[in-house]
């Protein structure tokens, strides 16, 4: 038994980061959607904070400018708007959204009037690994479910209700 816990709880951070993955110093999140009659283009365009660059063929690419992270949960830093790039391959009966370049979108000073940006691998990255923490991997996982939500469709409300766009 006393084996048998020791291996879900050092199973769990590995579980828990399953879409994200250090690449060349960076963190990348990766993720596969059943596509269905879904027009990935008009979905992300739906949403006032991305913008589509690119939509040529099965690939679109484009950008997330202050975006706000919706859901309960996660650390303070997770309260914050962000930045992002993202990538979208459609292959089939799926499509495949790639992010990059995350930066959190921080509010300080004393009335909260400068933003500073900072990359999510300021945040979540040791010597070009992502960190083993159970606060990192519990942002992680945050973010996960909150990236997940924005290339589905569906959106975490403040109450944490999961709605569609």
């Known amino acids: ?19 994200f993955r250090a690449e060349n110093g960076a963190i990348i999140w990766e993720k596969s959607f059943p596509a269905g009659s879904t027009d990935v283009a008009a979905l992300l365009e739906s949403q006032s ?12 690419t ?3 400018k202050e975006l706000k992270i919706e859901g309960e949960g996660g650390t303070a830093l997770m309260k914050n708007n962000c930045n992002f790039d993202f990538a979208v391959a ?25 933003t ?4 999510w691998e300021k945040y979540f990255m040791d010597n070009r690994k992502i960190r083993p923490t159970p606060i990192t991997q519990g942002n992680l996982q945050y973010l996960d479910e ?10 975490i409300t403040s109450s944490g209700a999961i709605t569609a766009n």
Not at 90 to 114: A, C, S, W
Not at 116 to 119: L, T
């Open 62 to 64: 484009g950008i997330a």
């Open 146 to 155: 909150f990236l997940s939500g924005v290339f589905s469709g569906t959106i």
């Open 90 to 114: 459609l292959e089939g009966d799926h499509y495949i959204v790639r992010v990059t370049n995350l930066k959190f979108l921080e509010k300080i000073g004393p009335l909260q009037m400068r």
């Open 49 to 60: 904070a991305i913008k589509v660059d690119i939509a040529i063929d099965n690939q679109i």
């Open 116 to 119: 500073m940006v900072s990359s």
């Open 1 to 19: 038994m006393k084996t048998l816990i020791l291996t879900l709880l050092f199973s769990l951070p590995v579980l828990a980061q399953q879409n």
